[in-house]
């Protein structure tokens, strides 16, 4: 979603893992690619991420030559602990969430962009709808609350976990009802979050039924392009309807996607932003 597009909008990229290291020091590789940007997701944890390189980052960020930018993803659970430190060590960051972007200028940072989820529509596959309703993602403690909620209901929803991220967008596009939950359990208040399965959900073509998050009316048209709920019985209520109703639940799909190809492929956010660096 992010290095590929860059490489088709005619970019040259070099990519540092900072789950397995590379063979040269990060140093070593900025020094000889020269780069105008360094863009990071850096997750600050280093049993899955041990070669994050925020030291080398922070120094070449004050010498000021090279813009250097972090790509946040968890501002509603994460901006006291993890975000607010972290931000200063770039010129500029971004942020999934448009209520965070006061937050960040409270603190006195500057450079913050409104950088929401995409994904990369050439993942997409066209499949035979054979999912009533489907789900990829771990089973957390709120989740199966609705889930046993629905199933008990007789809703066929059927959850996927364990899969590479290419397989995601086969059962997304296999699904006539792609649904989506936007708590997450690792925040101990359990706030709604913006989630990069919403637009991993369109870009399949299928329906999105989404758990309501504030700023997705940005987006999506709702109730146009996308479906959203509130509870889980309003969930249960539109799932049946949209299931029975096959010309509205298609032709909402198919909006969904043609405003996900107009505005949030990741070719078209990522031009964008780099736009806004310059």
């Known amino acids: 979603n992010f290095y590929i597009p860059l490489l088709e909008l ?3 990229v070099v990519f540092y893992d900072t789950v397995k290291g590379s063979d040269k020091s990060f140093s070593d590789i900025v020094k000889s690619f020269s780069p105008d940007l360094i863009f990071s997701c850096l997750t600050g944890n280093t049993e899955v991420t041990p070669y994050e390189p925020i030291s080398e980052i922070e120094k070449i960020t004050k010498k000021g030559k090279i813009k250097t930018l972090n790509w946040f993803c ?9 975000s607010k430190q972290l931000c200063t060590k770039f010129s500029h960051c ?13 603190i006195g940072y500057k450079n913050i962009i409104l950088g929401n989820w995409h994904c990369n529509d050439s993942l997409k596959i066209d499949c035979k709808k054979s999912f009533e309703v489907g789900f990829c993602g771990g089973l957390t403690e709120s989740r199966s609350e609705v889930f046993n909620y629905l199933k008990a209901q007789q ?3 059927t959850r996927f ?16 009802i792609v649904f989506n939950l936007t708590v997450n359990n690792n925040d101990p208040e359990k706030k709604a979050q913006m989630k990069l399965r919403i637009f991993e959900a369109v870009c399949s073509g299928s329906l999105l039924i989404t758990e309501y998050v504030e700023g997705l009316e940005q987006f999506f ?10 509870t889980k019985e309003e969930a249960l209520n539109k799932i049946i309807y949209y299931h029975n109703n096959i010309e509205e ?14 505005d949030h492929t990741s070719k078209i956010r990522l031009e964008k932003l780099l736009n806004s660096l310059k």
């Open 10 to 12: 005619g970019h040259e």
């Open 155 to 157: 809703i066929p929803l």
């Open 94 to 106: 971004t942020t999934p969430e448009k209520k965070y972007i006061k937050k960040y200028k409270d």
């Open 74 to 82: 968890d501002d509603t659970w994460r901006f006291d602990s993890f």
């Open 161 to 176: 976990y364990g899969i590479c991220y290419e397989d995601i967008f086969r059962i997304y596009g296999s699904s006539k």
């Open 221 to 230: 048209e709702l109730e146009k392009e996308i479906v959203t709920f509130k």
């Open 249 to 262: 639940r298609e032709l909402i799909a198919k909006k969904g996607h043609e405003r996900f190809m107009k």
